[in-house]
T-cell receptor, first 111, second 115 residues
């Protein structure tokens, strides 16, 4: 059965800290892994990773995929209160039709 | 380019009633997927529509049904509502081609409360 496990489930940090969010997965016929940020309702797209070892970067956020060990990490440096959100990790299922999501990591950044 | 839109934003129904949720896909996207997100959980796949036909379905009972229209907009219908149907319902659209190598873009969701 395809599944995604995220850790930790919740995290509280101070502004300026660096955080690492983890995502491990099991899926037949891996296609790609996606990260989303969900603040109130709509998950907003952050990254899509298809190749191992290639870091994707956007400002203070970066992510990398390890297809051998079946995991990905999302790093956020110099955190700000605006980074407070739920971060969701997902992989396409074996049919390539549905995204399988983890439960998410709730990040709270205090000032 | 307009993003994914959904209506209504909030809805309150009672057990046994029926509900219809609507979604307009992002411009140029011909694939629409629906997800249910219960509190504290990640979104769960309900079904996907591609060129007006169901193209995959998750583990949801038949009382969850859908439609896609020629302009690629979509509806999610839920009959005989149950308390556990209370959730955020998200619509997502993908660009043409093999969806699984593309990003999926989500709408703002409809918050359904069943009393």
């Amino acid at each position: 059965e395809d599944k995604v496990v995220q850790s930790p489930l919740s995290l509280v940090v101070h502004e300026g800290d660096t955080v690492t969010l983890n995502c491990s997965y099991e899926v037949t016929n891996f296609r790609s892994l996606l990260w989303y940020k969900q603040e109130k309702k709509a998950p907003t797209f952050l990254f899509m990773l298809t190749s191992s070892g290639i870091e994707k970067k956007s400002g203070r956020l970066s992510s990398i995929l390890d297809k051998k060990e079946l995991f990905s990490i999302l790093n956020i440096t110099a955190t700000q209160t605006g980074d407070s959100a739920i971060y969701l990790c997902a992989v396409w299922d074996q049919a390539g039709t549905a995204l399988i999501f983890g439960k998410g990591t709730t990040l709270s950044v205090s000032s | 380019e307009t993003g994914v839109t959904q209506s209504p934003t909030h809805l309150i129904k009672t057990r046994g009633q029926q509900v219809t949720l609507r979604c307009s896909s992002q411009s140029g996207h011909n694939t629409v997927s629906w997800y249910q997100q219960a509190l504290g959980q990640g979104p769960q796949f309900i079904f996907q529509y591609y060129r007006e036909e169901e193209n995959g379905r998750g583990n949801f009972p038949p009382r969850f049904s859908g439609l896609q229209f020629p302009n690629y907009s979509s509806e999610l219908n839920v009959n005989a509502l149950e308390l556990d149907d209370s959730a955020l319902y998200l619509c997502a659209s993908s660009s043409p081609g093999l969806a699984s190598v593309n990003e999926q873009f989500f709408g703002p969701g409809t918050r359904l409360t069943v009393l």
